[in-house]
């Protein structure tokens, strides 16, 4: 791929990141939003478990129930992101590309592509 200034036709151009304009967001999987909460949501858990344990009586069984239920979920999670990957790659790959504007640097005239 080559790329010019539009303007000029000078081929001394930078790629601009630039927050602000309409650009297509990448397809997040739900899974990825359900994992990532949920593995925190376990860590913590575990850490209360183990706190419990040392300092309590044990943990209770409610508490290890929840953190057995969340560690089922986030397991389930993991695996439905495992099959979302090559679809959430191919996506991200587009965003990346959406994202590119570009700057001259003869005549600082900037684009999109
Ligand atoms: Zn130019």
Redesign the pocket.
């Known amino acids: 791929m080559q790329y010019?200034?539009?303007?000029?036709?000078?081929r001394?151009?930078l790629p601009v990141t630039q927050a602000n304009g309409p650009v297509t967001r990448p397809m997040v999987p739900k899974s990825l939003v359900i994992l990532v909460p949920t593995i925190l949501l376990f860590v913590i858990l575990l850490i209360v478990n183990i706190g419990m344990s040392i300092f309590g009586n044990g943990s209770g069984q409610t508490l290890m129930f929840i953190t057995l239920a969340v560690f089922i979920v986030a397991a389930i999670a993991g695996v439905m992101f495992w099959r979302d990957l090559p679809d959430f790659k191919i996506s991200m790959q587009a965003f990346m590309q959406s994202q590119k504007k570009w700057k001259?640097?003869?005549?600082?005239?900037e684009w999109e592509n």
């Open positions: 010019q200034c539009p303007k000029c036709q000078s001394k151009i001259c640097r003869d005549c600082n005239h």
